[in-house]
């Protein structure tokens, strides 16, 4: 193992540490309710949708969740077919409920997702394209049945605009880097959010599902392919469950599932094969993360499915807010494709504290890096003024066939990391010497890599 500037502990409090923690995450989770509709359903073809393909239902769409929220809630029914449309806004006590054959594909045409919306991209709040499905300070609000949401990103609408040659642009067409640059300028000189202005000719993609400052959020039992970046994006949003989800898209950033700066989320049994991270919880950019400061927390991820990703579960690197409290359990990782099993990234320009993370019972067949990755270097690593706080990090019960290396902790000498346990598990094959740089309180516990004991 590579050492460097860290210290083993002894392991009795950490353990007393974790069982606190996990109780914690029982109360969290009856906590957690489900919204509840009345029994009316809105059926989209009454309202002049038509599931052929090319009939613009966007309008009829929006019809059917007026007239359901204005009744007093229910169910906005999705028939068998398919179904066109662009941007979709949920209202208070609709649940936009796909039936099994039910195929939503949201246009390719930009303009479809206009006019501009408040809402926050790569962690910093601006005026952009709708997400296909957005909500706006709504309650009791849910996506659900067996249905498609089929974003139609491909490498001629919407991923070109990230700017990586291999899909589909080439030196000298658009891309969204010179508007990238302009928003976080505007976000460190704090101009207003209603002041940042994007959309056409700016190229920022939207996400996918963004409920935004609600309350009562489920999403459930729904395949989600192909976003233009983000998949499911709920920020500064309370009571969120995710569940039963099937995500398969592998563009730019196309993270499975983002909480940003959101408090009381349950994502369990969901499917994740996607081109950046499988589940990514974050809390704001930077000077922005920092004015709105509001962390994520209270985050239970139980019982999902990893196949393609930068990481598994992963915690970064828009966390300016702050990330506690976030517990995952009996997941299933393995590919290839797959780079980490537990992710933290972060730098000294993000800040923010990360604290109180807690894994157990994951079997990953194998991962192209790290199993476990705490990186403080990520990016532009110590160059800002705000050295970050990583602290409390439990891991346990995990078991990974293959791997680049077991754990790889790089933390400052300034700033080092704090309190890292792993107990009881296993790293049968790894090709590199672990790495533990600044890393303060380090507790390794019948670990085995390679069929020794980690020391």
Not at 52 to 61: I, P, Q, Y
Not at 197 to 205: N, T
Not at 257 to 285: H, L, M
Request: with cysteine; hydrophobic share 35%.
């Amino acid at each position: 193992m590579t050492r460097r500037n860290f210290a083993l502990i002894a392991t009795g409090s950490l353990t007393l540490a974790a069982e606190d923690g996990w109780a914690q995450a029982e109360a969290i989770l009856r906590r957690i309710k489900a919204p509840a509709f009345p029994a009316r359903d809105f059926p989209v073809t009454k309202y002049g949708a038509a599931g052929d393909g090319a009939t613009d239902c966007t309008s009829a769409f929006q019809r059917a969740i007026e007239a359901c929220s204005h009744a007093g809630g229910g169910r906005v029914l999705v028939p068998a077919g398919n179904f066109l449309s662009g941007a979709i806004h949920l209202k208070s006590n609709v649940n936009l409920h796909l039936l099994d054959g039910a195929v939503i594909r949201f246009s390719q045409d930009e303009k479809k997702y206009l006019p501009l919306v408040h809402t926050r991209w790569e962690g910093m709040e601006c005026m952009n394209y709708s997400p296909f499905i957005y909500a706006f300070e709504q309650s009791n609000i849910a996506v659900t049945g067996k249905g498609v949401l089929d974003g139609q990103a491909d490498c001629r609408h919407w991923w070109p605009w990230k700017g990586r040659t291999e899909c589909g642009w080439k030196r000298g067409d658009p891309n969204q880097e010179p508007a990238r640059y302009k928003l976080i300028a505007m976000a460190e000189k704090d101009v207003p959010a209603a002041d940042r202005v994007f959309g056409p000719g700016s190229f920022l993609r939207p996400q996918f599902v963004q409920p935004y400052r609600c309350v009562n959020v489920l999403i459930e039992g729904v395949t989600i392919r192909n976003s233009p970046m983000w998949e499911i994006h709920p920020v500064l949003s309370q009571n969120v469950i995710v569940r039963g989800v099937h995500i398969e898209s592998h563009g730019p950033n196309n993270d499975g599932c983002d909480p940003e700066s959101c408090t009381d989320v349950w994502i369990k049994d969901c499917y994740f094969d996607t081109g950046d991270d499988c589940i990514a919880i974050k809390s704001g950019r930077n000077r922005d993360g920092r004015r709105i400061n509001k962390p994520s927390e209270n985050i239970l991820i139980q019982g999902c499915v990893m196949k393609d990703g930068h990481g598994g579960v992963t915690l970064g690197s828009e966390a300016s807010g702050g990330i506690r409290n976030v517990f995952a359990e009996d997941c299933r990782m393995d590919s290839p494709n797959l780079d980490r099993i537990l992710r933290i990234k972060t730098n000294s320009v993000r800040g923010g504290t990360i604290e109180n993370i807690y894994m157990r019972n994951v079997t990953a067949g194998q991962v192209a890096g790290p199993a476990i990755e705490i990186d403080l270097n990520y990016e532009e690593g110590r160059a800002g003024e705000f050295p970050p706080v990583v602290r409390n990090i439990d891991v346990r019960h995990i078991t990974c066939r293959r791997s680049r290396q077991a754990f790889s902790l790089r933390g400052f000498e300034e700033a080092p990391i704090q309190g890292v346990h792993i107990e009881d598990s296993t790293f049968e094959k790894t090709d590199r010497p672990d790495v533990a740089e600044n890393v303060k309180e380090l507790a390794l516990v019948r670990v085995s890599v390679n069929g020794r004991a980690a020391q």
